[in-house]
Each structure stands twice: as structure tokens, then as C-alpha cells.
């Protein structure tokens, strides 16, 4: 659908992601960690200059192959400078000055940049800005929000988990399921290795009109498992395991389709000075061992989730190997 752009909000940018519970709203931000963080705002050129002093952090460190808990010592950032506009009670934000990539945002105070800025998911695309209908967007917040903060020592956009969102349990009816169908049509597609997505809702009848635009026949659907065609094909999806509490969780998944089957697990883990001993190099996203074995990592603090998963590598192998789309 198309949209003026005021007072519509936008595409989520996530600058800071955290798991914030709609039950107490708790950040990870803490005021010792602010302290070393200055946002500047130059209403008179409409610029946002953050800048973030060295300071040092205790947490999960891998440092040359060995995890433990240390101390780490953060170097802090240069001066980064993000513009902005404000049309009545939309913001606009241009994050590092990318005036071709602006991002919007609903619900602080007009003429005040300072406050808490709700994002919507708006789009600009060859100048026509794209934004969801209003029920799609009242469904979307039911159950997170993309909330950008912005205040003397934080400018940063947190996703806030509704009560809501740690209830539902309709898995078949999520963004896990579009990034499947869409790498089965097409293995070129984003492979759909973050099983996270599964507690991603989508509207039901949303999921049926994209089923039929995409020659999805759905045979048999529970919130658990799906039975579909996709081009002469028959494929069966489950969850065979999930067990969530707050943002930590443990999921598997399997695809299979004829003899062949595909199954993944992945699970987040609550970081302590006793879980970090025991993680290994597979929690590092694209880590090589050639390249990065003489490096230091941050995972994060005392409770910081950490993703551990199967492997991608072998479970996407396999799902090319039952996908109809290109194979390479």
C-alpha cells in the first residue's frame, strides 16, 4: 500500500538490540554504562552527534581461543553524525548521514527530539514511501516494538517484547515459515537458519494470502506442524521441540519431503561466569579459526543471551537438496 510519508513511521534499524519484557520494560542499558555515551543535538543544522568515550566492562571474553570472565576495555567511538527532520509528529531520521535511506518514527513530542520514538516498518522505495496498513501495524505491536530513545547519553533503538509475544505459540504462522517457503522455491533465497523467527507472528489470513500468491497448497496445518505442495512437491514441517522462558529458548525444527529429511536445533543461552567456561567458537558469527584465532571477542555481561545452534552448513545442504530452485 502507498502512504505520504508524514505520520507514518519506519523501517527498523536496529542500532542496539535488547530484550526488553513488556511485563517491567528493564533495558540492559545501565546509568554506568551511559555515563560514557554523549549524544549532542544540533537543532540549528538537525544533527545527532554521538559519541562514546573508552571505558572497560566485565563479561564473557574470548580471547585466542580460551573463553572466560574478564575484564574488557571498550575503545569508544569517533564523533558519528546522524541528521534528522521533524514533520508535526513524525521524526526522520538519516542514520550516519544516509540521506537515501531515511527511517521513521511515531509517538514523542512534536518540535521535541528528545523521548522515546516508536518505529513502524515504512519503507522508501524509487520515492514512494510503503508502510503496513494500520491493523497489520496494531497486530505488529501487540507484540514488539522497534523504539528508538533518544537522550543526553543514549541514541540507540531497543526491540521491546510484549507479554503477548512470549505467549504465542502459532508456529506455522510466522516469519520462519516465508523464509522457508521462500528457499525451497529458491535456494538463493536468505536460508532459514534463525529459528528465533518462529516466534516472529504473522497474521493468519496474511499467511493464507501469501500461501496462495506463492503456490503455497497447504494440506494439513496445526500451530506446530504443516503438511504443503510447492511445485509437484510435497513437504512436512514440525517444530519438534521448543521450550521458551523470557528471551532464552531451545527449538528444533524438521523438513522433510520423500525419504529425505532435514533437521536443525538452535537455543540461547543466559550468560554467567559458568556458562561462558563452557561455550565453544560456535557461538561467534562467522568465525574462522585461520583468521580470528589471535583475536579478543566481547560476547557481553552477566545475563546476555547468547545464540548456539546446529549446523547451518549441513542443514541447509540438505534443504537444497529437496528445494525446487537453483541448487548452487
Known sequence: MRYGVWGFAGMVMVLAMVACSGDNGS???????ASHKQVVVDEQHKAIIYHEEPYSMEGCVLDKGSFGWKEYQFQGTVADTTYYEMHGDTLVVFFYGNREDPHYYLGGTPENIFGEWTNIECFLYDGVVYCHDEADRKFRQTYSSAVLTISENEFQENIVY????????????????????????ESRHTPPVVLSSLFNPQEASRMDAYEKENGVNVLEKT????????????????VTKVERDSVYYEVAVSVSS????????????????????????????????????KEIFFLGSQGTPVKKGGDEEKFVSCLKSIALGDKE
Open 27 to 33: 533495558s540492559v542499558e545501565s546509568e554506568e554504562l
Open 258 to 293: 520423500g525419504e529425505m529429511s532435514c533437521s536443525f536445533s538452535e537455543e540461547t543461552v543466559k550468560l554467567t561466569e559458568e556458562s561462558c567456561k563452557d561455550l565453544t567458537v560456535d557461538v561467534i558469527p562467522f568465525y574462522d579459526q585461520e583468521r580470528d584465532a
Open 223 to 238: 500451530k506446530t506442524s504443516a503438511k504443503f505442495e510447492l511445485g509437484g512437491k510435497t513437504y512436512d514441517f514440525k
Open 162 to 185: 510484549k507479554p503477548a509475544y512470549f505467549k504465542n505459540e502459532d508456529y506455522t504462522n510466522s516469519s520462519y515459515m516465508i523464509e522457508l517457503y521462500d528457499f525451497l522455491k
